[in-house]
């Protein structure tokens, strides 16, 4: 068994085709019946699976700020089913292709490459305020 400072933290990939979402400020791709963060190295029993969690369930792994978590009325105004290209990034500290679309620093995972919507005015307000970027183009 792998020692704990062995195990990476990463954003687990997409389980399914249909039901993507996107985190309208990283850019990091769900389903709905994305499992729980981490949960693949937590150690169960066989016939122990990990129950299903959706997106508004856990929040963003990158974006805790934004307090998606339990708040479905945040899930629908800070994610996007509107984004085009997938890219999975393993070592995104490594990746050229993760440096030039800004994500260099986030948690291992699937991104989209272009996001299209548009946050609420005050979450857009606090992200300028707080100098937090957003990978989003607004809505036309």
């Not at 850019?27 to 693949?40: E, H, I, N, Y």
Request: proline residues 8%; charged residues 30%.
């Amino acid at each position: 068994m792998a020692e704990m400072a062995d195990v990476i933290d990463f954003a687990d990939p997409p389980s399914s085709m249909k039901g993507h979402r996107a985190c309208l400020r990283c850019g990091l791709v769900k389903c709905f019946d994305q499992r729980a963060p981490g949960a693949r190295m937590r150690p169960r029993a066989r016939a122990d699976p990990v129950p299903p969690r959706r997106f508004f369930q856990d929040g963003c792994e990158n974006c805790p700020f934004l307090e998606l978590a339990e708040r479905q009325d945040r899930v629908a105004s800070c994610t996007t089913a509107s984004f085009d290209g997938v890219v999975a990034m393993m070592k995104p500290e490594e990746s050229w292709i993760a440096r030039w679309e800004g994500i260099n620093r986030s948690l291992p995972g699937c991104y989209a490459m272009k996001l299209t919507g548009e946050m609420p005015e005050q979450i857009r307000q606090f992200l300028h305020d707080k100098r937090i970027s957003s990978r989003v183009t607004q809505a036309e």
